[in-house]
């Protein structure tokens, strides 16, 4: 049987991961400040600890695992990390949890470790045309990522990369465009742009309006979790250690999904275009790598991840009132 250790099993992907690794037959363990919100954990044993703190992650390094995921971070949508009000606590948090994380790797001779990185480490000035942003992995530098959640998340690429080629640790990183789907966060301030419109348009009565922070030209795509878990196991199978992206190539303006969820709802719904934390202006996985090392490309359509992400909140919505 595998082995394999799961970083951050309480949070969205992690969870998800999990669940699937069990399908897979692993032994998993989880790893997680909290356990996971919405569904027990289907990890064989979870610990619930601090992955900063040096001793916690000793200890949870108690034997030579097959695989780690490292999906632990300070994380959250447009509200959490493109104010500034977080940043001080997003690059020390991360950096923290991936300085321990990747030394106890080659202490402990881990087999395999997969790092999660993210779609925010693009330089800014690429992203700046919402119908032709770049994303190819090659455009990463000359670096510029419009937020330090993108800084710490570049660091921290660079940190595995060093560690393979001086330590020879086996890594792989793949850089994530918006996850999105059931039992991820939907309120509290850190939810991202699918639900937290899942969440508004669920909320109101019919014939009235919700609020979208920008001008609602802003674009984007989103990746429906199911793809996400399938591209990290596809990932580590093969021989290829990245960085490369994980994500959609179905760019939609923030406007336009909120359009898309309206109709879901069966609702009549105005759009009040706000000013907001937004991030950039454009912003599209480019699959081109993915495709030719993996090959791997997303099957599901945003409509039908949306459909099951519109109808999950709708439900969690009614089990709070
Ligand atoms: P999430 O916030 O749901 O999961 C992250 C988990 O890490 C949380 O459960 C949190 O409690 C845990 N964590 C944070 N600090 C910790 C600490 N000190 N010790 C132990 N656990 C800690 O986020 P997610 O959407 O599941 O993202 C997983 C990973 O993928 C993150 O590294 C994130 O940066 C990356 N990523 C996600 C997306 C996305 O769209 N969801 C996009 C790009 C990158």
């Known amino acids: 049987m595998k082995t394999a250790l799961v970083l951050g099993a309480g949070g969205f992907i992690g969870s998800h991961l999990v669940k699937h690794l069990k399908q897979e037959n692993y032994f998993v363990k989880g790893v997680d400040l909290k356990f996971p919100e919405f569904s027990e954990t289907s990890a064989d044993e979870f610990v619930v600890g601090d992955l900063r703190n040096q001793n916690f992650c000793a200890q949870v390094f108690d034997k030579s695992y097959d695989e780690v995921y490292q999906l632990a971070a300070d994380m959250g949508g447009a509200g959490y990390i493109f104010t500034g009000d977080n940043d001080a606590d997003v690059m020390y948090n991360s950096s923290l949890i991936n300085l321990n994380v990747v030394n106890l790797c080659v202490q402990k001779k881990i087999g395999k470790v997969f790092y999660s990185s993210s779609a925010c480490i693009y330089p800014a000035h690429n992203q700046q045309d919402p119908d032709n942003p770049k994303c190819s992995e090659e455009s990463a530098y000359p670096a510029n ?17 060093n560690y393979a080629r001086n330590y020879k640790l086996n890594v792989r990183v793949a850089r994530f465009h918006n996850i999105f789907g059931p039992e991820g966060t939907w309120h509290g301030g850190k939810e991202k742009a699918p639900a937290a419109l899942c969440r508004k348009i669920a909320e109101v009565q019919d014939n009235s309006s919700i609020e979208v922070w920008g001008d609602g030209k802003q674009t984007r795509s989103f990746l429906f979790i199911d793809e996400c878990v399938r591209g990290i ?31 879901i709802s069966g609702k009549r719904v105005a759009i009040k ?4 934390p937004t991030g950039v202006r454009g912003r599209n996985s480019d699959n081109h790598l993915i495709a030719e090392k993996l090959g791997w490309s997303p099957n599901y359509s945003l409509r039908s991840g949306i459909e099951q992400t519109y109808h999950w909140i709708q439900s969690e919505i009614k089990k709070v009132h």
């Open 145 to 161: 990522p419009d937020s330090e959640y993108g800084w710490e998340k570049l660091f921290s690429e660079r940190l595995y990369l």
């Open 233 to 263: 196991r596809r990932m580590m199978e093969s021989d290829f250690e990245g960085p490369v992206n994980i994500g959609s190539e179905e760019m939609i303006s923030v406007n336009d999904l909120a359009n898309m969820i309206i109709e």
């Open 273 to 276: 275009n706000i000013p907001g």
